[in-house]
């Protein structure tokens, strides 16, 4: 009886250190994944963030285009001088018919 009642609380003993190794493995189980979604979340935030700014350049780029050959064709457009009047027909020389001059 007496081995009974000394290996009782060993076992006991035993029983709580596993079961805290448990929960502590759980705990850097949670950690670990946490840790890991977080940089998950960091590299997609600066994968957005990049493709944002690239659309965004374009955009910016493409509009500054526009308004560049816009202010361009306008101030052309003035300076063209308009198309002169279109002179009158001039008249017919001879009206007779056309005669060969040698032989005929």
């Keep these: 009886m007496p081995k009974y009642i000394t290996l009782f609380p060993f076992l006991f003993f035993c029983l709580a250190v596993f079961s805290r190794c448990g929960a502590k493995k759980e705990e850097i189980i949670a950690e670990k994944v946490a840790e890991r979604v977080d940089e998950f979340r960091k590299e997609k935030t600066m994968e957005c963030?990049?493709?944002?700014?690239?659309?965004?350049?374009?955009?910016?780029?493409?509009?500054?285009?526009?308004?560049?050959?816009?202010?361009?064709?306008?101030?052309?457009?003035?300076?063209?001088?308009?198309?002169?009047?279109?002179?009158?027909?001039i008249p017919a020389i001879d009206s007779q018919g056309i005669k060969p001059v040698f032989g005929g």
């Design 49 to 89: 963030r990049t493709q944002l700014l690239q659309d965004a350049e374009k955009i910016v780029d493409s509009l500054l285009l526009l308004e560049a050959t816009n202010s361009v064709q306008d101030s052309l457009a003035r300076l063209r001088p308009s198309r002169p009047v279109k002179p009158a027909d």
